[in-house]
């Protein structure tokens, strides 16, 4: 493993938040594809303009059923072992002991860190972002049938910014379905066209935040007024699709998901990719880093 050290200037805040009483919109000072599309790239002309405007791309039977079934497997066997065993990369519902999500899976699970490397994947994600990449964050989220809580809206960009100290928006997900995923069992929700605005949350940042914030979040929480101006402008959109489809969205792309009141579960293998040109740098909340299993600041 190679690793990079933590830089320790910060570099201008181009977008602060959580530094003051009012919320704010502002607007997205990086680009949203970084290559230039052409006859070779991983993505058609048409799915590359989708992904810049709309900032989301949903990619259906990405991957084939003998592929999900295995990793359907290992995701049951970690459920099974985390059920009991307690770990600082694990976490739990709100208010319960069920596993919420178990992180840095590409990072300590051979099967799921072969998955990150996956060279379809990599290809898009190198194509995206203008540059090699590595993964920022991993884990599998669990919506267990019935009792499987919500995510409430966010940009993921607004937290890696104020609390890991990402620099830019030079960074995507990738959510991977592991069961099929409908309009009943708490689907993800986005915004179109979201991330090119980015909103500035209010409230001051607590430590360790990330130890509450992580089952529930109360902070980097955004305001009704943007959310409706970001509805109004964009319109809601969920898309749901058989299990081995994939979705990527932008970095600052407005997201979140109901609770699953359904009998059926709902379980996702989630993974950031980080240009290597984007590096973490201090957070600029002025606070100290977030654990790696949370916040990578290595190239593995």
Request: net charge neutral; charged share 25%; glycine share 6%.
């Amino acid at each position: 493993m190679q690793t990079k050290p933590v830089m320790t200037s910060k570099t201008a805040d181009r977008y602060p938040s959580r530094v003051k009483q009012e919320a704010a919109l502002l607007k997205r000072l990086d680009p949203v594809v970084y290559s230039a599309w052409a006859a070779g790239s991983p993505l058609t002309k048409e799915q590359s303009d989708s992904y810049e405007r709309d900032g989301y791309l949903f990619l259906e039977n990405f991957f084939s059923p003998d592929e999900v079934r295995d990793w359907k497997a290992e995701l049951k066997r970690l459920q099974q072992r985390y059920s009991e065993q307690e770990a600082e990369h694990v976490i739990r519902e709100p208010g319960g002991k069920e596993v919420r999500s178990i992180f840095a899976v590409h990072d300590n699970n051979p099967v799921f860190r072969e998955l990150s490397l996956h060279p379809r994947l990599t290809a898009i994600m190198e194509y995206l972002l203008g540059s090699k990449t590595y993964i920022h964050q991993s884990r599998i989220n669990f919506k267990p049938g019935f009792t499987g809580k919500e995510f409430y809206w966010h940009s993921d960009f607004e937290t890696w910014h104020v609390e890991d100290g990402m620099p830019s928006m030079r960074a995507l997900s990738c959510s991977i379905a592991l069961e099929d995923n409908t309009p009943h069992n708490g689907p993800l929700m986005v915004m179109p066209g979201s991330h090119r605005k980015f909103v500035s949350c209010v409230g001051q940042t607590p430590e360790n935040h990330f130890k509450d914030s992580l089952r529930k979040q109360e902070y980097g929480v955004p305001d009704q007024d943007s959310l409706t101006f970001l509805a109004q402008e964009g319109g809601i959109v969920m898309p749901v699709g058989k299990a081995g489809s994939v979705l990527l969205f932008d970095c600052n792309v407005m997201h979140g998901s109901s609770s699953n009141i359904s009998p059926y579960p709902r379980s996702n293998v989630f993974m950031v990719y980080n240009s290597v040109d984007n590096r973490l740098v201090q957070p600029y909340s002025g606070q100290k880093p977030r654990p790696a299993y949370i916040a990578s600041r290595s190239e593995q």
